[in-house]
């Protein structure tokens, strides 16, 4: 399984937008890069998944270099409503391989 | 509209009981999983079903069991509940046919063991 790191706090003001760095050196080929929300005192929320080159949604947009050993999530213009933890993971598409570590919790301040 | 959902949502017990923890879920999905979640640990996976029938340990299964009968519930039991076992609980199913596939989670168990 593909080891993944990530800043383990962010903070961030409303209106700014904020890039969240995954690093996952070893990856694999067939393996792809998920990001999850988790707010509190809920389950994490899928928000958006990539292979290669970049990935755009109504939530977020994630960027992925050529070597696939690094991805950058970003939110646009964030809201106070976007303090959460996110999870950078990487691996094939079975449950069993998803690896959640502490992920990136991000503070966004008024 | 599909959901997945846990039950209790609070729960405090004493050492020494037999503790079970609710998830159904109306997704249709074969995949369902259960984690714990700890301060400084992320989620860690404690076991898991690919369908009816089929239950698999996770990396944190010691003390665990769970059951399949049908599609929509995987309980949680804990056998002999111990101090070491507070923590959130939460499920999570997903589509084995999505090639891509997502995790959908409940809201959690917040479980105290005095």
């Known amino acids: 399984l593909a080891k993944t790191t990530q800043p383990i706090s962010m903070d961030s003001y409303e209106g700014q937008e904020v890039n969240i760095t995954c690093s996952h050196n070893n990856i694999a080929t067939n393996d792809y890069i998920t990001w999850y929300q988790q707010f509190p005192s809920q389950g994490p929320r899928f928000i958006i998944q990539?292979?290669?080159t970049k990935v755009t949604n109504e939530v977020a947009s994630l960027f992925i270099p050529a070597d696939r050993k690094s991805s950058t999530l970003s939110l646009p213009r964030v809201s106070l409503s976007d303090t959460a933890v996110y999870y950078c993971l990487v691996g094939v598409n079975y449950g069993q391989n998803f690896v959640f570590g502490p992920g990136t919790r991000l503070s966004v301040l008024p | 509209d599909a959901e997945i959902t846990q039950s209790p949502r609070h729960k405090i017990t004493e050492t020494g009981r037999q503790v079970t923890l609710a998830c159904h879920q109306t997704?249709?999905?074969?995949?369902m999983f259960w984690y714990r979640q700890d301060l400084g640990h992320g989620l860690r996976l404690i076991h898991y079903?690919?369908?009816?029938?089929?239950?698999n340990k996770g990396e944190v299964s010691d003390g665990y069991s769970v059951s399949r009968s049908n599609t929509e519930d995987l309980p949680l039991t804990l056998e002999s509940a111990a101090s070491s076992q507070t923590s959130v609980y939460f499920c999570?199913?997903?589509?084995?046919?999505?090639?891509?596939?997502?995790?959908?989670f409940g809201s959690g168990t917040q479980l105290s063991v005095l």
């Open positions: 997704w249709n999905h074969n995949n």
């Open positions: 990539g292979y290669k």
């Open positions: 079903s690919y369908g009816v029938q089929d239950t």
């Open positions: 999570a199913s997903s589509d084995y046919r999505d090639t891509n596939e997502k995790l959908f």
